[in-house]
């Protein structure tokens, strides 16, 4: 399996703007579009750094050709939408992706 993961930062007062579009429209439609694919969920963090945001998203993957077929070939490069763009402040120039190596994650289902 592979982790993408990325970083973006918004003010204190879109931040739950932006987590409720990750939550509500983002992760939804990877998961209808995706999941056939090899897309195979996602985890997301959120830690309040002052008067700013940080989110870090993780989208696990089959492989990196399933990576691909969310953001094409320049598969480091971020896929931000206009809606996104307008939520946050700032933002990593590139995603990063991990090959899981080992794992023991409890149930996070009832994460809130």
Not at 39 to 64: A, C, H, N, P
Not at 96 to 101: G, I
Request: proline share 3%; net charge neutral; charged share 25%.
């Amino acid at each position: 399996m592979v982790c993408r993961v990325w970083r973006g930062w918004t003010s204190v007062g879109h931040a739950q703007n932006y987590d409720d579009y990750l939550q509500k429209e983002l992760f939804p439609r990877l998961d209808r579009e995706l999941r056939p694919h090899g897309y195979r969920g996602y985890q997301l963090l959120r830690f309040s750094r002052g008067k700013e945001v940080e989110f870090m998203t993780m989208l696990w993957f089959d492989s990196i050709e399933s990576v691909r077929l969310f953001t094409g070939e320049n598969y480091g490069t971020p896929v931000i939408s206009e809606k996104a763009r307008s939520l946050l402040t700032r933002f990593a120039d590139r995603a990063d992706h991990y090959q899981l190596s080992g794992s023991n994650l409890f149930d996070a289902s009832n994460v809130g």
